[in-house]
């Protein structure tokens, strides 16, 4: 279920960087929470830069906007975005100041994956057991 949706400037990230970015996403949220890889879904979108403005001025910046299932503790929810952060940050040669990253959460019963509804991240284990997919 989780969407990280990475908005940038054209030609940054380029694509080996997209693929660390999108691995050490992954990585990172599956650890944080326990969900399957598969479930993972990571997009790279590009803007024009003529329409990028932060403060009213010109801007270069990389966002992150995280979508993911609520449930999580607030202590998980800041690991993630300090994580988040983190992996831009590593990952891309950019002033700090231009890395934003927001996080939004959306009921898993409000989420199909595959054809089922998703659940509760409370109730993790039993949705794995009754749609027979794997954990982690």
Not at 42 to 60: M, Q
Not at 67 to 88: S, Y
Request: with cysteine; glycine share 8%.
């Amino acid at each position: 279920m989780p969407f990280y949706n990475i908005i940038c400037p054209p030609g940054k990230p380029n694509a080996e960087e997209m693929r660390a970015i999108a691995a050490d996403i992954t990585e990172a949220h599956c650890s944080l929470t326990g969900a399957p890889k598969q479930f993972v879904h990571v997009i790279f979108s590009s803007y024009d830069p003529r329409a990028a403005f932060s403060g009213g001025k010109p801007s270069n910046a990389i966002l992150v906007r995280a979508n993911v299932r609520a449930g999580r503790t607030q202590e998980v929810k800041e690991q993630l975005l300090n994580r988040l952060t983190d992996i831009i940050k590593g990952n891309v040669s950019i002033d700090p100041k231009d890395v934003l990253v927001t996080l939004m959460e959306t009921p898993g019963t409000n989420v199909m994956e595959g054809g089922v509804l998703l659940s509760h991240p409370d109730y993790d284990a039993q949705w794995f057991a009754l749609h027979g997919r794997q954990e982690g």
